[in-house]
């Protein structure tokens, strides 16, 4: 995929509603975990960059190691406008499945990519 697609993807899945429809799903287990974000990491801005992340979501940090100049890392975080479950419930809205979608391209994209999220508060 191109650069153009992953930004088309990124700006969809940041425009959809915040309310999104619910399902109970009978057959799950409650209080599995809900993913509400997409991490991305990369050694510079310019490998996020280039694969589509618009900047306003990468940060930057410096870490010093045991070297004499500093190790810069930087972090895409897109967050889901809703969890993508609370507790046995379901959403119908197709975020998830965009986000997995986003995810694996950058998989494919050779960038480390993950989605995040945690259980229920109920399970702490």
């Known amino acids: ?19 999104p429809l619910w399902e109970s799903n ?11 974000t997409i991490y991305a990491g990369a050694k510079g801005i310019r490998i996020l960059t280039g694969a589509g992340i618009p900047r306003k979501y990468i940060n930057v ?19 889901l406008n809703a969890p993508s479950s609370v507790d046995d419930i379901d959403n119908l809205d197709g975020s998830l499945e965009l986000a997995e979608k986003i995810v694996e391209t950058l998989k ?9 999220g945690r259980t229920s508060w109920l399970d702490r």
């Open 61 to 79: 940090k410096e870490t010093w190691g045991n070297g004499q100049y500093p190790t810069r890392s930087a972090v895409a975080k897109i967050a």
């Open 1 to 19: 995929m191109s650069k153009q697609e992953v930004n088309e993807m990124i700006e969809e899945l940041t425009n959809m509603s915040d309310k």
């Open 108 to 116: 494919s994209m050779g960038i480390k990519s993950q989605l995040g």
């Open 26 to 36: 009978i057959e799950g287990m409650p209080q599995k975990i809900g993913y509400t």
